[in-house]
């Protein structure tokens, strides 16, 4: 395989402003002519929980031309696709969010969207008061499903969690919005601070039931929560920050109602994870009225 510039491996962390925080990806900008083994070759080098690689986009994104890509006009169009160090994934979030705000500090903040497997996803990227750049991806068309009792009692044993240690107001559920995730959330911060899990028994629970990642919460307020994100089918014990399980659990609380169904304007969600793994970030997710899709934004960084 020969590279070029333009297929630089980038590095970058998303929902933290700080390359030490959030969770980091990797981003290349121009994936032409790299093949699925490629694409996975270098996400494994990396080690990163994904890492990201951009196309030209498909006809009915392009408008049957090129895309515009200077920032000047247009909605910037990609194909986009996800690679863990052992898998490609339908949908990442961080990796998403990194790749947006690399794409605007090159060619500015605005519009983008990307093809995935999962679904179409836009993202708006902005500048904060401070000047930095924040990201905020559209989900796609969320779904959320019971967990049969000997599947939730396997990954219960996997984690080695008693169920005693569930909170009994936020009951499991498997929740989707462009991968699927397994909501589990817990009585006590203690409990979810404490996560020693079977990896390979996990793992086998996952594959069968095509997870992505295990979201495990603990709600402290009632729109503040913290979450850690179990990631073995993707060679990854945990992930730092999870912007597609965010994009998830916020379909899970809509479902739930824990929010006020009549709301009349945005219900947003604080997320606060990788505060145990010393990478803290923070993930918003933001609930419209009478739109089911979910919204997830945060900041990044490039590291190095």
Not at 18 to 47: F, Q, S
Not at 111 to 119: H, K, N, P, S, Y
Request: net charge negative; proline share 7%.
């Amino acid at each position: 395989m020969t590279t070029t510039h333009n297929q630089e491996v980038l590095r970058y962390t998303a929902f933290s402003a700080d390359p030490e925080g959030g969770n980091p990806a990797g981003v290349m900008l121009d994936a032409t002519g790299l093949d699925d083994t490629d694409m996975l070759r270098i996400a494994a080098e990396l080690g990163y929980s994904e890492s990201a690689f951009l196309t030209p986009p498909p006809e009915e994104l392009a408008g049957g031309g090129t895309a515009p890509t200077d920032g000047t006009s247009g909605i910037r169009a990609y194909t986009i696709r996800y690679f863990s160090p052992q898998v490609e994934v339908p949908f990442c979030g961080h990796a998403t969010v990194a790749t947006a705000i690399a794409l605007a500090e090159r060619t500015g903040p605005g519009e983008l969207v990307f093809a995935t497997r999962a679904g179409t996803v836009p993202v708006t990227v902005a500048e904060d008061e401070g000047g930095a750049l924040r990201a905020t991806l559209t989900s796609v068309e969320p779904k959320i499903e019971e967990i049969a009792d000997a599947d939730l009692a396997e990954a219960l044993a996997a984690l080695d969690w008693p169920s005693a240690d569930l909170d009994p107001a936020l009951p499991p559920r498997i929740a989707y919005a462009g991968a699927r995730h397994l909501v589990l959330a817990a009585a006590t911060r203690a409990r979810l601070a404490d996560l020693a899990y079977d990896f390979d028994r996990l793992a086998a629970l996952m594959r069968r039931l095509d997870l992505v990642t295990l979201q495990l919460v603990w709600r402290e307020s009632a729109d503040v929560f913290h979450v850690r994100d179990p990631f073995p089918v993707g060679g990854v014990v945990e992930d730092p920050a999870t912007g597609a399980a965010a994009a998830a659990f916020g379909a899970y609380a809509r479902e739930l109602g824990l929010f006020p169904g009549d709301a009349a304007e945005d219900t947003i969600l604080t997320l606060h994870q990788g505060e145990d793994l010393g990478r803290p970030g923070v993930l918003t997710v933001t609930l419209r009225p009478g739109d089911p899709r979910v919204r997830v934004g945060g900041t990044g960084a490039r590291i190095g």
